[in-house]
């Protein structure tokens, strides 16, 4: 899995990487804060292989939970309370406490509730980003929303979805979060997740009636906190069981996700010591992994990691024939034992693979990546410092000639193999899915 671009080296430097642009990007943005959220801020998806997900909170508004003492917050911040009387848990209402300046996307999104009060409309405030967004921008497609999303492809392959947010003080939950008992992750760990904070997203319990003025409560930077915390074979587990969903259980309705499996793992790691993950325990932990999807999809159940109250399955749209069904195939995978790995497609074919030109290969894709994300932030950086893109740099130069060094090598040597131009131009693709 090293060679196939998820070891630790790569996976801290994505991280990092990430992590720059987001701080070269909130450089130049005064009422949002971005933040790059999911696998691509785990560091744990190659370039294209996945969305990137971004979690953009709007800066001059925050909710609060009931209990917080609004002196404590700066006049110039507008405030709402987080009103949880008869939703689902993790969900929300939100009514406006005071009012600072507001966005027009918050102002048009204001609706009375009947008894004198404005609530803020998870429907209309979600409408609002999607009417603002630039519909006409070159070589960007939008795609039709998902859940709090707005999904977009630019150039046809760089998937983004792009989530707008307002931040969050409930202490209270947090506080619950903290205190239980648990093998993982550290106290200091644990603190510095309680110190992000959470968000609320424009999205309500599927099944509520009032879904349109809910929220959902959610902990984005904490969670990639956690999984930033997970060792090398905690976070392969995670990888291979999304290849296992992707490859060989194939949802096709999102009745089940990667997030319910990122959940299974957080909770594998709270429960168990941290010594018992090293690499030659990865397959125990992978059908440990398993056995806990089954038992999640028979009963219906998954605890959220941080809301127990909150189950990841209800609602789910899981019907009975597909869950038997499922059962059925997952029981088959935990008796395959370690032969469960030659299901997969990049398993399989790096076991088939000659070791020398899989080493090469390797080598040439993880190093193109690497000068993908650093001329993504070197770009970033020229327009911070200059105003524009393509102004004269020397290191934007080197990693642009560097890159078409590596395409150049690549091509002569698939060429040499007999591999047609048309296979080539594929091959570049995939070398980032």
Known sequence: MTRLGYGEEIRRWRVEKYCEY???INAQLPSLTVKTAGSKAEGLTCLCESDRDLLIALNGVICVETGINLNTIPDDISVFWMDDTGVYPGHCILLLKRQARFLHAI?????ENGYGELLLSSVLFIDEFSRLTNKHENETVYHERAGPALPQTWRGIFKLDTVYSIRCQCPSILRRWAVRPRHWPQS???????SLGAYVTPTGFKESENKHIEWRICFNSGETELMNNLNDTQAKVYVL??????????PTNKEITSYVLKNIILWQAENTPQTEFHSRSLLHWLHDGLRGLRTAIEKKILNYYMIPERNLMEACGLEDALKRKWIIDITEMIEMGPNVLLR?????????ASPEPMLW?????????MLFLEEMNRDQKCINENGEQDVPDFMLYALRKRKKEIKLEVERRMLM???????ILKLFYRMFI
């Open 22 to 24: 987001d701080r070269l």
């Open 107 to 111: 102002r048009d999104a204001l609706c």
């Open 188 to 194: 200091v760990v644990v603190q510095r997740v309680v």
């Open 241 to 250: 069981l999304k290849w296992i969903l992707k490859e060989i259980i194939k």
């Open 344 to 352: 997969l497609e990049k398993i399989r074919k790096a076991i088939v």
């Open 361 to 369: 290969y390797s080598k040439r894709r993880t190093e193109l990546e």
């Open 417 to 423: 193999e007999g591999c047609s131009r048309n296979e």
